[in-house]
């Protein structure tokens, strides 16, 4: 039984690639400049009024989060209607709501907002919103759905679930195998949904967690916590790490302690992680995407809602209020095709 379909999703099952055909459906151009008269007359990317779009996030303290806003500002530089406005990555909660604070007496036409803190960040968004200022919340939810016109997710919970088929498939009925977990921080519910994902796909197929460390998402914090999980679990068959980023010192730590039993299964999509799984020397089998291109997909939604499109490969007349991205198993077959939008851990 497939876990993924729920209804909280109003766009579902696209990739990042099948989004950005929904938002443009015009032939890409050699020279990636959209909102430019060369286009195909009527399409998303026929010029149309300049958009002033603000743009804020968190600081760029890890590899994932360096190109949700790399590829947000190149998002809005293929557009030559986009004005973006980029407020500089901070995780200090009051400079994010100053940020915002200054966007709306800028009068901005759309504010673009990946929120350090989602719950802290709903009062300033919300008045950006009731002084008619769109708002496109990105990743992190508000705590108000008034305070988005747009809410732009990955897939937390399906991470999970398709990393745990991946293993059931591996498994091949074997329900004695050995699974492992390296999550993330605990107490995010980011880390939850994506464990309790997880241990639901691999009850579909009679396994279960045997041995679960928890890290932090760093490079430092993912080798701590997988060298005491090895320590702790002398054979193991299955690996799931949860993050990319601190997935780089889980695989020093496996290095360094010579383990290579298992098959291990990646999280986010890093181009470091793809790499390993493309030179096929590595435990490291696999990866479950949550994609890096949703602040970017949420600049073109700003730029749809302000010139009052919508996204044309769907028949509603308007941009949708929630769209949730797949999360999609990267493997040796399928590598190729997810590379070129990978981000560097």
């Known amino acids: 039984m497939k876990l993924k379909s729920t209804a909280k999703i109003v766009v579902a099952g696209l990739s990042v690639l099948?989004?950005?055909?929904?938002?443009?459906?015009t032939p890409e151009k050699s020279d990636n400049v959209g909102g430019t008269s060369n286009a195909e007359a009527g399409s998303n990317d026929e010029k149309g009024d300049t958009v002033v779009i603000g743009f804020s996030a968190p600081a760029a303290d890890h590899g994932w989060m360096g190109a949700i806003s790399e590829q947000a500002k190149a998002a809005g530089d293929s557009y030559e209607d986009v004005d973006l406005r980029l407020a500089e990555g901070t995780n200090d909660v009051n400079l994010q709501i100053s940020q915002?604070?200054?966007?709306?007496?800028?009068k901005v036409d759309a504010i673009v907002l990946l929120p350090f803190d989602g719950a802290a960040m709903t009062p300033v968004a919300l008045k950006a919103m009731q002084a008619g200022i769109p708002v496109i919340n990105v990743d992190r939810e508000f705590n108000d759905a008034n305070a988005a016109r747009v809410t732009v997710l990955g897939d937390n919970y399906g991470m999970g679930v398709s990393a745990g088929e991946y293993v059931c498939e591996q498994a091949d009925g074997n329900e004695n195998a050995i699974v492992a977990e390296i999550?993330?921080?605990d107490s995010l519910p980011l880390t939850q949904d994506r464990s309790q994902g997880f241990k639901d796909a691999l009850a579909e197929c009679g396994l279960d967690v045997d041995n679960r460390v928890a890290a932090d998402f760093t490079v430092e914090g993912g080798e701590k916590a997988a060298g005491n999980l090895l320590q702790a679990a002398p054979k193991i068959d299955f690996l799931w790490n949860h993050d990319d980023d601190q997935g780089v010192g889980v695989l020093a730590a496996i290095n360094n302690a010579g383990r290579d039993e298992f098959t291990m299964v990646g999280g986010a999509g890093s181009a470091n992680a793809m790499r390993e799984i493309e030179s096929g020397d590595s435990v490291l089998k696999a990866t479950v995407i949550y994609p890096s291109t949703q602040a970017a997909d949420g600049i073109k939604l700003a730029r749809l809602l302000v010139q009052d499109k919508a996204m044309s490969d769907l028949v509603e007349v308007t941009v949708p209020r929630t769209i949730q991205l797949d999360a999609p198993v990267v493997t040796e077959?399928?590598?190729d095709e997810f590379l070129p939008t990978a981000f560097e851990s």
């Open 183 to 185: 999550a993330g921080i």
């Open 100 to 106: 915002v604070e200054t966007f709306i007496n800028d």
């Open 333 to 335: 077959e399928n590598v």
């Open 18 to 25: 099948a989004l950005s055909a929904c938002i443009s459906n």
